[in-house]
């Protein structure tokens, strides 16, 4: 008898884990990311799950689930917040993973933007080239993107520079 209710308290466990899996995977399809006509992808900070480690914030993770529709070969820029247009005081090189892509990259300031909005006065957007890919797989992808320079909410205004998001833009043929 004993028996018996250990296999269905066991059997009970195994359904509830595959219902909460369906539902985390139905979550994560209502926000998946969906590549643009024009061929771009932005992936903001503001769409990502991210996990911070304050004790070691080299391993600070954003992720998200992507959707391209269109193959080909793609630039991949970082776009940056910083009050520093010299230096983006990115300590560590970020780290780029998705399929079996693996990018590691040392942020520089390519490109300042002027007027960029929705971030405060004392700074500056920085557009950085950290590599280029040949993405031949449409569908969904899981892309994670590793840098201190993620913050967790409420602690921008106290860096000189922090992770806005990262966008694939089609390489322009020359």
Same mark, same amino acid.
């Given at each position: 008898?004993?028996?018996?209710?250990?296999?269905?308290?066991?059997?009970?466990?195994?359904?509830?884990?595959?219902?909460n899996?369906?539902?985390n995977?139905?979550?994560?399809?209502n926000?998946r990311i969906?590549?643009?006509?024009n061929?771009?992808?932005?992936l903001?900070?503001?769409?990502?799950?991210?996990?911070?480690?304050? %004790?070691?914030? *080299?391993a600070? @993770?954003?992720?998200w689930n992507a959707? +391209?529709?269109?193959s080909?070969?793609?630039?991949?820029?970082?776009?940056?917040?910083?009050?520093?247009?010299m230096?983006?005081?990115?300590?560590?090189?970020?780290r780029?993973?998705?399929?079996?892509?693996?990018?590691d990259?040392?942020?520089?300031?390519?490109?300042i933007?002027?007027d960029a909005?929705?971030?405060?006065?004392?700074?500056f957007m920085?557009?950085?080239?950290?590599? %280029?890919?040949? *993405?031949?797989? @449409?569908g969904?992808?899981?892309?994670? +993107?590793?840098?201190?320079?993620i913050?967790?909410?409420?602690?921008y205004d106290?860096?000189?520079?922090?992770?806005?998001?990262?966008?694939?833009k089609?390489?322009i043929?020359?």
């Open positions: 008898m004993k028996r018996i209710g250990y296999f269905l308290l066991l059997l009970g466990g195994i359904l509830a884990g595959c219902g899996s369906a539902d995977k139905m979550g994560l399809d926000r969906v590549q643009h006509e061929g771009t992808l932005l903001s900070i503001d769409d990502a799950d991210c996990y911070n480690d304050n %004790t070691n914030p *080299i600070n @993770t954003a992720e959707f +391209f529709v269109k080909g070969r793609y630039d991949i820029w970082l776009l940056s917040a910083t009050r520093d247009t230096s983006l005081n990115y300590r560590n090189p970020v780029l993973h998705f399929n079996d892509i693996n990018i990259a040392n942020p520089r300031c390519d490109n933007i002027v909005e929705n971030i405060p006065d004392s700074y920085a557009n950085s080239y950290i590599g %280029t890919v040949y *993405i031949q797989d @449409t969904a992808i899981d892309v994670q +993107f590793i840098s201190e320079q913050l967790p909410p409420g602690e106290y860096v000189d520079s922090r992770f806005v998001s990262l966008c694939f089609p390489e043929k020359k």
